[in-house]
């Protein structure tokens, strides 16, 4: 008897923990889909929020963590120049961002977007801020890359940032569209580790390669 009541606790845990994680990959599936979707402030507000509830509940799980932070960040860009906003939202995506280090330090979309997260920071003040944060973002997708040089999310971002660079000091950005053809050739050879793991930026990247042309 005692046998068969461990054996049913057994199934029921497995039976449990089942359950709870088809409901963490319908809640991410369904949040996801709606990237595509949000084009205003509010959508990308509810959306992140809407990461933020999954997060909540699933304290354990990186992803939640990840799109709460890339949407407060996507919020920042939105706003703008001059608004105290814009370092509202990187308030907050920065709390979610230091929970997906502790949680995923060895993941390179991890330190892609802390990189991501401080060339927002620059933006908010390009003048004040460019030296310091520059070099943070640089950093950041060097970690990145260091943990995957394939990562087509660090290559990118590495790349805006050269650019940015170059724009900044004068000079002609012409010399990176060898890189960003290559990088957009490249780009569906990455696979993603699921569906729920990071896959934006092609988008991106095609508009890169766009304005070389």
């Known amino acids: 008897m005692?046998?068969?009541?461990?054996?049913?606790?057994?199934?029921?845990?497995?039976?449990?923990?089942?359950?709870?994680?088809?409901?963490?990959?319908?809640?991410?599936?369904?949040?996801?889909?709606?990237?595509?979707?949000?084009?205003?402030t509010d959508d990308f507000r509810a959306l992140g929020n809407r990461f933020n509830l999954i997060a909540s509940n699933e304290i354990n799980q990186w992803l939640p963590f990840y799109y709460h932070a890339q949407c407060y960040i996507i919020l920042s860009f939105m706003e703008a120049q001059g608004s105290p906003n814009k370092d509202l939202y990187l308030d907050e995506a920065e709390k979610s961002i230091k929970r997906i280090i502790e949680l995923a330090s060895k993941e390179a979309d991890v330190w892609a977007l802390?990189?991501?997260?401080?060339?927002?920071?620059?933006?908010?003040?390009?003048?004040?801020?460019?030296?310091?944060?520059?070099?943070?973002?640089?950093?950041?997708?060097?970690?990145?890359?260091?943990?995957?040089?394939?990562?087509?999310?660090?290559?990118?971002?590495?790349?805006?940032?050269?650019?940015?660079?170059?724009?900044?000091?004068?000079k002609d950005t012409k010399e990176f569209c060898k890189e960003a053809e290559l990088l957009a050739k490249e780009w569906d050879n990455y696979t993603p580790k699921s569906p729920l793991h990071p896959?934006?930026?092609?988008?991106?990247?095609?508009e890169v390669v766009s304005g070389c042309r």
């Open 114 to 170: 802390q990189g991501m997260l401080f060339t927002a920071r620059l933006v908010v003040n390009p003048m004040e801020r460019g030296q310091k944060y520059s070099m943070m973002s640089a950093q950041s997708v060097g970690t990145a890359l260091g943990i995957d040089p394939t990562n087509p999310r660090a290559r990118l971002l590495k790349l805006q940032n050269d650019m940015g660079m170059a724009q900044f000091f004068g």
């Open 199 to 206: 896959n934006w930026g092609k988008s991106q990247i095609e």
């Open 2 to 40: 005692k046998r068969t009541l461990i054996t049913f606790a057994f199934i029921l845990t497995l039976f449990v923990g089942k359950s709870q994680n088809q409901e963490y990959y319908q809640a991410m599936g369904e949040s996801l889909g709606q990237f595509a979707q949000s084009k205003t």
